[in-house]
Nanobody, 121 residues
Framework: QVQLVESGGGLVQPGGSLRLSCASSGTIWSADDMAWYRQAPGKQQRELVAVSFSGGNIDYVDSVKGRFTLSRDNAKKMVYLQMNSLKPEDTAVYFC??????????????WGQGTQVTVSS
């Protein structure tokens, strides 16, 4: 059974940094697009950044450009989100998503359970 697990969330002061990780497990033959989303209290979930398999195309939403950096490790099938200069409005539950090819399901989207990020003094 394929699972994604995020880690690295927590409480941080404004201006601080956090690094989120998303690890996949299970039998996975290949990975394609990976992305990070977040859902703030009372708001809809939205995509922050997505990256293709090659890593050549990385699209950030304007609100995190210049502050957040996505990276991926294709060998480990992991994706990371380095978050710098955090602001209170970055407070949200952060989710990773991966498009994976498994023996049971060819190319399907998988989601992690989310990790809470709270930016507060």
């Amino acid at each position: 059974q394929v699972q994604l697990v995020e880690s690295g969330g927590g409480l941080v002061q404004p201006g601080g940094s956090l690094r989120l990780s998303c690890a996949s497990s299970g039998t996975i033959w290949s990975a394609d697009d990976m992305a990070w989303y977040r859902q703030a209290p009372g708001k809809q979930q939205r995509e922050l950044v997505a990256v293709s398999f090659s890593g050549g195309n990385i699209d950030y939403v304007d609100s995190v450009k210049g502050r957040f950096t996505l990276s991926r490790d294709n060998a480990k099938k992991m994706v990371y989100l380095q978050m710098n200069s955090l602001k209170p409005e970055d407070t949200a539950v952060y989710f990773c998503k991966m498009r994976l090819y498994t023996p049971r399901v060819p190319w399907s989207d998988y989601w992690g359970q989310g990790t809470q990020v709270t930016v507060s003094s």
